[in-house]
């Protein structure tokens, strides 16, 4: 078994944040897994829900440098990756770095920028480093993107495209707050004070050491078996239009793993899968014909028997 | 809570369907009127045509009255509703129009359903091999469609495969249907009109042109097998009706009650055996070698040694059969019958009934007759042909004198009133002569085109004698065939034709699966199958024990794929089986595992409704979920049994 210290640091993380980001444990534990997975994170809701606080929380309470990039229309791949700018004193191109170069990185409303912008970020995301004026530039780490988009249906949109959705590992919904969550937080202290106020519980080399532990929580057979079953059962069911594929599976074991780690165990159980499977598998199943789009994950579970 | 919708139709399958129609009603097309067709073509256009365009599907009102105009047509067309045809054209009506309101997975089920119907009632007017190959096409697509509809992802060609698949495997139980399903005697379709219709065969009269109409005709007649070898071709005299009755231009039988015994007594010996298999053709009469052995009891002889079932054959028969080739029969014959077997009309035949006048002046006795008369016939060089002149009133005189050419009629004709003339009892004998032996199934195949007429004499102390009149004058139509003695001009029917070799070659092998086909499957009556099951070792095969047998075999089919199933999930780890059995025991409480929780999940859940034992659950969840989910170093033995110990003393 582990020794409990890193575990108590993350759910003293859990605990200080949800000061922060009211009622919204769930939607917490599943940011600091996708963490944890070295995955990248999509936060998919309306405006004012408080994606943009808790990408914030997040960085702050885990010691990461943050840099948040608005997305625009009018926005070029150099506002993001860094340009290199003529140095009168030494005559020569010197390159500064963009926003990118951080640990955590909150591209806010990436569906309002235009797909080159879109897609030079996700290929940062990708490979963890940036090439520019052929100089390849490694990203720090750990490196964490949290983006945020509207729902599509919002005016002046670039939706992303199935294959680009692909790069987050997962996607959550915040959602509204429920009415005790909301007022505490109507009635209470301004968020924005609380959160400055709020110390790092964890030192970046702690998360780095995490995030290896998360590796080692062990996937048995029987578990790899369940996953099969629900990637074939995506496959053959009518219900959606394509099936998930070995990614989104290395996907469902990685964040499964995070998420046992969470819950301190040494071993995956279907119930990790099981919680996670919105999050990882939601934006990769696009429904077939004119089926629902909510809760076709929740029929996936229910499809699946346990092997 | 509101009515659950079928999901609508996509348009992948909207063109499954429409396959599937075109599918399972072209075949029909034969046996429909032609403006249903025309309709129904343009119902399933009109369909593609929206598929195509993605437009919606016309609405309701118009259905109703298509539908009515359609039943209105099907009525005027066969002025009732009811039975094979209007009820085929109905379905194919009512298919088109469904076409037109299939919106959804659902309609597209209920088509498929009467595409499948559809594909059977090819069988109502055919059950020869295309019609069964179509028909097996038709409910392939059928089977793809209601894949595609599950399920309409896949190409084309993997979803045909897939219900290729399928169906093969759906074969088992068919062969085990289909040869244990207690058999219906008779047409499965027992309508009037269908068996009844007019059929290409010999006929019960004879007069000149009536025999060679046949020779068009490749249609077969009856195919027979003889397990010793096949006599030679000039003893293959196919017995069919016999004609006594004379009125000066037509033959016709004397029409007396045919009895169950044979009028003759069977020699001891020089019997051939075989095997014959009758074409129906909706009449009495059997095809046997002259002279047939004894009936069995289903069989009749006539006085003049015709063989005749006791029902029309209305399906085709299968028969075993003893023949006697040099047996001559009759020599006892009633005086009746010689008097009425030399019967003519007054002033009918007049040159010939001068010249037998002359013969029986020089003979001495009905052999010098005989011959006398043979030698006239071979000098007077009569020609064979299939196209001989138009006869007037006396037919014998004018054939033998003035036209000399003539078919097997003529000749037969010609020598019976010669005979008579000469006051020698003579009748007229019809059947088959010759055959064409299949060399790859050894069936000797009969067909239409091999209808013959002969006479037979009565010679006292010796009875009734074959005299073949043709074989005098054309030998080889006895030795070979029609073709080997009719002139090179005449036409034949195209299977006749000696010079297309590989065609003749491809016949026999069709014919030979045909026959393999009839005997087998279209042959397969409750005799047979009578037979095959007592070969079984079943004791007394009625309807009864053969569904009993059916039911037991269907339920150990079933019982050995559940088995088989069962196996594949019991290699699993004892750990899953404890976990199984355990949630199982819980069942009886209703607080069955969901397949889908987890156990931890199921824990919380048998600890909120349990409260007393929710500790002892939690345990038990947790060992099992570390067993079964955990690293393998847990240490799987003890922690078995530590599992086995705690679900046992689980007590709630």
Known sequence: ?307 | MAKARSPALSPVQAWWLIATGIAVAAPLVPHIPPWLTIAAGLALLWRTALAWQRKPLPPRWLLVLLVAAGCAGVLWQFRTLFGQNPGVALLILLLALKYLEARTIRDGLAVVFLAFFLALAQFFYSQVIPAAIASTLGVLVATATLLALADPRDPPLATLRRAGVMLLQALPLMLLLFVLFPRVQGPLWALPRDANSARTGLSDTMAPGSISELSQSDAIAFRARFPDGVPPQRQLYWRGPVLSDFDGRAWRPLGEKPQPRLPYTEPDAGGIDYEIIIEPHNRHWLFALELPGATTAAMLATHDYQLLATEPLATRRRLAMRSYPAFHAGSDEDATVRRRAMFLPEGSNPRIRALAAQWRAQARNDDDVLLAAQTFFLRQRLLYTLMPPLLGEQTADEFLFDTKQGFCEHFANAFAVAMRTAGIPARVVTGYQGGELNPVDGWLTVRQYDAHAWTEVWLPGRGWLRIDPTAISAPTRIDLNLAAAVPASDPLPLLMRVDLAWLRDIRFRWDAVTNAWNQWVLGYSPARQRDLLRRLGMREPDWRSMTATLAVLAGLALLALTAWTLRQRRRRDPVLALWERFSHRLGRRGLARRPDEGPHDYAARIATALPQAAADMRAIADLYARLRYGPATTGVGTGLDELRRRMASFAP
């Open chain 1, 1 to 307: 078994m582990r020794a409990p210290d890193p575990n108590t640091s993350m759910d003293g993380v859990i605990a200080a944040a949800s000061r922060v980001i009211l009622g919204k444990d769930h939607q917490l534990r599943l940011a600091l897994a996708c963490l944890l997975a070295r995955g990248h994170l999509l936060i998919e809701d309306l405006p004012g829900v408080g994606k943009t606080t808790l990408a914030h929380v997040l960085a702050q309470l885990l010691g990461l440098n943050f840099q948040r990039i608005q997305f625009t229309s009018d926005m070029l791949p150099a506002d993001i990756l860094g340009v290199s700018i003529y140095d009168r004193d030494s005559s020569a191109f010197n390159f500064h770095p963009g926003p990118i170069f951080a640990q955590v990185v909150l591209a806010d409303e990436i569906n309002r920028a235009t797909p080159k912008t879109q897609s030079a970020l996700l290929e940062a995301m990708e490979e963890r480093q940036v090439t520019a004026e052929g100089q390849t530039r490694p990203l720090p780490a750990p490196f964490f993107v949290i983006a945020t988009q509207n729902p599509q249906y919002q005016i002046g949109t670039f939706p992303l495209p199935e294959s680009q959705l692909d790069r987050f590992l997962m996607r959550i919904e915040l959602g509204y707050p429920d009415r005790a969550a909301e007022r505490e937080l109507l009635a209470g202290a301004d968020r924005r004070e609380v959160l400055a106020g709020m110390a790092p519980c964890l030192s970046p080399a702690e998360l780095l050491a995490h995030q290896e532990s998360v590796r080692r929580v062990h996937v048995s057979d029987a578990l790899i078996d369940y996953v099969q079953a629900l990637v074939a059962h995506t496959r053959e069911s009518a219900d959606w239009q394509a099936g998930l594929s070995p990614r989104a599976a290395l996907a469902l074991l990685a964040s499964a793993r995070a998420w046992a780690w969470l819950a301190d165990r040494d071993h995956v159980l279907p119930e990790d899968i099981q919680a996670i499977l919105p999050g990882v598998a939601g934006h990769r199943l696009r429904p077939a014909g004119d089926a629902p789009a909510t809760g076709s994950v929740a029929r996936l579970i229910e499809a699946v028997p346990i092997p």
